[in-house]
């Protein structure tokens, strides 16, 4: 266990990287425990998955879902993306596991030409088309609205 002061350090440092993060990237970022920040979140519709997910999945985050073959992993992005798209939202899929089908979208009431897929060759190339997306949303959307905690 790390001294008092040690611990000190270690947080002084922290908050030294979280001031250099703000200033070079010109954004706000947030203690783990801000009371003030809640992020807005996307209901996926499915009460119980809704209560699981703290409401739904958040608005303005990149959601990574990782589990074993078949095990709906597609299928609870696809009814983000049709979440998503019931508000009018843009919808970016990174199909790293070669999942997506247009007949599979329609079936579960997407419009597969509302949505632009990409299926990289590598994670790296997934990353590429992960940063190039939040860059060119953060270009073209608004600055976020501070959500109040409840």
């Excluded at 958040?58 to 074993?68: C, D, H, K, P, Q």
């Excluded at 993306?81 to 070669?98: G, N, S």
């Excluded at 949303?137 to 501070?146: D, E, G, I, T």
Aim: hydrophobic share 45%.
């Amino acid at each position: 266990m790390p001294s008092k002061a040690a611990a000190r350090e270690g947080v002084d440092a922290l908050a030294s990287v979280k001031s250099a993060l703000e200033k070079d990237l010109g954004v706000r970022l947030n203690w783990g425990d801000d009371p003030e920040y809640v992020p807005e979140k996307l209901p996926l519709g499915v009460p119980q998955l809704d209560t699981a997910l703290g409401g739904g999945f958040s608005f303005r985050r990149i959601t990574l879902l990782v589990g074993e073959e078949s095990a709906g992993k597609t299928l609870l992005a696809m009814m983000a993306i049709k979440a998503a798209l019931a508000r009018d939202l843009p919808v970016v899929f990174i199909d790293v596991e070669r999942s997506w089908t247009s007949e599979w979208a329609r079936t579960v009431g997407i419009d597969p030409s509302r949505v632009i897929v990409s299926d990289p060759a590598s994670g790296e190339a997934a990353f590429d088309v992960a940063r190039a997306t939040v860059k060119t949303a953060s270009a073209l959307s608004p600055a976020p609205r501070k959500s109040r905690a409840r």
